[in-house]
């Protein structure tokens, strides 16, 4: 479930500063959320003052985004996105020599957001200060075939988690993908090694993704009150 918080200030800071890095002949992944899409509006300004970018986007919400402000677009079919700007519902270990580490899926667009970054060059994370822990803790979004619901669930319980099949909240039922499959929120607590828990998750049958980022993000850019911090920090 989306995780509320941050000012929309903060996140036009973040995502015109990600947007700043984009640059000309560039393809790039659109990501998903708020942040995101402050970002994809910065790009879709930059593209009206001349800029020449493709998106790629990551959903259903990025695309109509992105045909909105006039950003041109194509797929993984015809490209490789060269870099790719996406938020994310909890950041930790910023500051570490090694990547920071993301819980992403509030919005059950993290299959396909993944599958974006993993392509990518270069991997821009949008957020605002609410988003950064000194440890994952938020339920990790689980993106599930329908039929293997229970079994996976059980699996789950089995890893130690605490599994939630998320509900929709303007209607009767699950949430539903853009890929047609569901999602379990899974609370593991504390969560000490990021890596190991995305490889047992990742390898249980009937699991489509899940929303651990391990050692994808190339940098984070958090947009705070006087400007925008951004991580790993210039020496």
């Known amino acids: 479930m989306k995780r509320p918080g941050g000012t929309d200030e903060q996140k036009r800071r973040a995502g015109e500063s990600a947007a700043r890095v984009v640059s000309d002949g560039d393809v790039a992944g659109l990501g ?13 300004r930059r593209v009206d003052a001349g800029l020449d970018v493709r998106g790629i ?13 006039g950003i041109p ?15 994310a519902d909890q950041v930790a270990g910023l500051g570490r020599d090694d990547s920071a580490d993301l819980i992403k899926g509030g919005g059950a667009a993290h299959a396909r957001e ?18 950064l822990a000194h440890a994952l803790d938020a339920p990790v979004p689980i993106e599930v075939l329908s039929d293997a619901v229970p079994v996976v669930e059980a699996a789950l319980s089995a890893l130690g988690g605490e599994p939630t099949l998320r509900a929709a909240e303007r209607k009767d039922g699950p949430v539903v993908t853009d890929n047609g499959n569901l999602v379990v929120d899974c609370a593991f607590g504390a969560i000490d090694d990021p890596a190991a828990l995305s490889a047992d998750v990742g390898t249980l049958p009937g699991v489509v993704e899940h929303g651990l980022f ?20 210039e020496s």
């Open 32 to 44: 998903t959320g708020s942040t995101a899409a402050a970002a994809i509006r910065a790009l879709g």
């Open 57 to 69: 986007p990551t959903s259903y919400q990025s695309r109509s985004l992105a045909r909105e402000v």
């Open 73 to 87: 677009l194509t797929t993984l079919d015809d490209a490789l996105p060269d870099i790719a700007i996406d938020g």
């Open 114 to 131: 993944k599958l974006v970054a993993a392509a990518a060059d270069r991997f821009v994370v949008v957020a605002d200060p609410t988003k």
């Open 214 to 233: 391990v050692g994808l993000a190339d940098e984070v850019h958090v947009g705070v009150a006087d400007g925008v911090d951004v991580y790993p920090r």
